[in-house]
């Protein structure tokens, strides 16, 4: 079926170090949404790309869209301990209106 | 800030027993979604509401499980009877109406099936 693939599972940095995610999807997405989940809260919204190719930053976060729309990447300059978190991924395949998440990225932030 | 409420927090239930879930969305969200997350993975979407009808369920395990929004507001998410693999975080989120629009989630309800 169709899935939304996420790598790597988990990400150990130093504080100041830089992170990527990255999210890859077996057909082409409508869109790409990232959120973030601290532990032990619930997934919140961090951002939507549609485009082909569009790159869209917040501060020290940088979002890609692939160009086939089948791929996206987070990247996270300088990373600080409050950027902690699993981030992940969701987009609708092929035009589905069901959103489909990936596995996430945790990432770990050592100060 | 709205909010999506959820209750309850946390639900310890004995197998074969039945147990509920509410959801009560933001104001004005039409889409209403209910989600299961098991540790270390993505949420996976059980049911999707558009308004009262439910748009996808194809997920979600009819033998056991059920949902409604019978008024197109809040919602609840039923499962009966619980079995030992039911453990997991139950989330529900909100959207406004239209595809692609971003979901709100609600703080979740972590059920353990003893």
């Known amino acids: 079926g169709q899935q939304v693939m996420q790598i790597p599972q988990y990400q150990h940095v130093q504080e100041g170090e830089d992170f990527t995610t990255y999210c890859n999807s077996s057909?082409?997405?409508?869109?790409i949404q990232w959120y973030k989940q601290r532990p032990g809260g619930h997934p919140v919204f961090l951002i939507q790309?549609?485009?082909?190719?569009e790159v869209k930053k917040q501060k020290r976060l940088t979002f890609q869209f692939g160009e086939a729309k089948k791929n996206s990447s987070l990247h996270i300059t300088a990373t600080q301990t409050t950027d902690v978190g699993t981030y992940f991924c969701?987009?609708?395949?092929?035009?589905?209106?069901?959103?489909?998440f990936g596995r996430g990225t945790s990432l770990i932030v050592h100060p | 800030e709205a909010e999506v409420a959820q209750s309850p927090r946390y639900k310890i239930t004995e197998k074969s027993q039945a147990v509920a879930f509410w959801c009560d969305p933001i104001?004005?969200?039409?889409?209403l979604y209910w989600y299961r997350q098991i540790l270390g993975q993505g949420p996976e979407l059980l049911v999707q509401?558009?308004?009262?009808?439910?748009?996808?369920d194809s997920q979600l395990p009819k033998d056991r499980f059920s949902a409604e929004r019978l008024k197109g507001v809040d919602s609840t998410l039923k499962i009966q009877p619980a079995e030992l693999g039911d453990s997991a975080m139950y989330l529900c989120?909100?959207?406004?109406?239209?595809?692609?629009?971003?979901?709100?989630f609600g703080q979740g309800t972590r059920l353990t099936v003893v």
């Open positions: 989120a909100s959207s406004l109406a239209g595809f692609y629009t971003e979901a709100f």
């Open positions: 057909t082409t997405l409508s869109n």
């Open positions: 790309l549609v485009k082909s190719g």
């Open positions: 969701a987009g609708h395949p092929g035009g589905s209106y069901i959103p489909t």
């Open positions: 104001s004005g969200h039409a889409t």
């Open positions: 509401f558009q308004d009262e009808s439910v748009v996808d």
